[in-house]
């Protein structure tokens, strides 16, 4: 058994959907995994690869009508080899061209879909703040004032993935005017827009990951989404987002399985294949159910969302359970490997460490299951 995928969850795909997957596995195996550790290692974002990210043809699938399932699995197949590159484009695909995609105009989206589409165009979402995370939706302290056509931005966001080189910045801003949070697509070279990339990460660190001043940054109204008129409206998209995270988790704890059960067919202790030993298989068969019954978890939801029926507490469920299940999974690989877990040269290490910044964003554990307590118990527990 070499794949995680234990109960073939794949076989839901139909075969034009299956090839998709095999062709974005098969560019990750052969283009990125050989230089993913370098990269990594560097913090330096692999630029010579948007272009075969874009022969690829998977960025704004959901918006071409594809199914969540198939979406899905190509996030899984991209964390599966490389975290850091799957947070790139789940960025990209997700946060800056979902925003554009359900809260712009007509006009919007035949202007920027497209060029995102190919990859021509990169994207970011700032909504994190420097003092503000868990709280953004009360306490969001970037300010938006109207003079006349034009929106005059202050202020500052933070963990900004994307961002030092993106060519569109869904920016998020309270109107002064009526207290509303309002999405601003801020493009490449406006004055007033200055990002600088976050140093010294443990995790993901190919993703460049920015703080951003927003100093007098003038966006005209062209450029507001015309159908982002309050933080409801921003949560719409967090809630689609937040089960590819769960998407991305399952494929880093997959990648980790995978890694951890060919090192134990190989590394041999005692005179034999510590493959062979009880403790060992009990470590395997955890991670194995881990990826199992997350995969099965992720793929009811992608069924819900294709049906129109999903809720904020499905997504949440899913980002909270998922992203705890991993953590765990990733763990016991580190464990499986003992000290060559440790180092990239054995394949685990960027999981261990990529874990800890999936379990983290887009809404924490805990954020995510008072979503869902709330939902199932009808009384909000927030401060």
Not at 153 to 182: M, P, Y
Not at 236 to 257: E, H, K, N, P, S
Not at 283 to 306: E, F, H, I, K
């Amino acid at each position: 058994m070499t794949t995680g995928d234990f109960y073939d969850y794949r076989d839901l795909l139909d075969e034009d959907e299956k090839e998709v997957v095999q062709r974005v596995r098969d560019f990750m195996v052969e283009q990125v995994a050989p230089i993913a550790d370098e990269a990594w290692t560097d913090a330096r974002f692999p630029h010579h690869l948007i272009p075969g990210f874009a022969k690829l043809d998977v960025a704004g699938l959901p918006y071409r009508g594809a199914r969540s399932l198939l979406t899905g699995f190509v996030v899984l197949e991209m964390n599966r080899v490389d975290p850091s590159m799957g947070t790139f484009f789940g960025v990209h695909n997700g946060l800056a061209m979902g925003s554009i995609d359900r809260l712009g105009s007509e006009e919007q989206r035949e202007r920027w879909l497209p060029p995102m589409a190919a990859m021509e165009k990169i994207g970011a979402f700032a909504l994190t703040e420097p003092d503000g995370g868990s709280d953004v939706a009360a306490g969001l302290r970037t300010t938006a004032r109207r003079e006349g056509d034009t929106w005059v931005l202050n202020g500052a966001k933070r963990w900004i993935g994307n961002a030092t080189f993106a060519d569109l910045v869904v920016v998020w801003a309270k109107d002064e005017a009526d207290g509303q949070v309002k999405g601003f697509v801020v493009e490449k070279g406006t004055p007033g827009f200055a990002a600088t990339r976050i140093e010294n990460k443990i995790a993901l660190r190919t993703v460049q990951n920015a703080d951003v001043a927003l100093t007098n940054c003038l966006v005209p109204e062209t450029n507001r989404l015309q159908g982002a008129n309050g933080f409801r409206d921003t949560a719409a998209i967090l809630r689609q987002t937040r089960g590819g995270v769960a998407w991305q988790a399952v494929g880093c704890m997959m990648g980790a399985y995978e890694t951890a059960l060919a090192y134990a067919r190989e590394r041999e202790q005692f005179g034999r294949p510590i493959a062979g030993f009880q403790l060992v298989q009990d470590l395997l068969v955890r991670m194995l159910g881990n990826v199992t019954c997350s995969l099965g978890m992720v793929v009811r939801l992608a069924q819900l969302q294709d049906a129109g029926v999903y809720k904020d507490e499905h997504s949440a469920m899913a980002k909270a359970f998922c992203t705890a299940r991993m953590r765990e999974a990733v763990g016991w690989g580190r464990e499986i490997m003992g000290g060559n877990g440790i180092v990239l040269d054995y394949g685990m290490g960027r999981f261990v460490a990529d874990s800890e910044a999936i379990y983290s964003y887009e809404g924490t554990r805990e954020i995510n299951s008072l979503i869902v307590g709330r939902a199932i118990t009808g009384t909000g527990a927030f401060v």
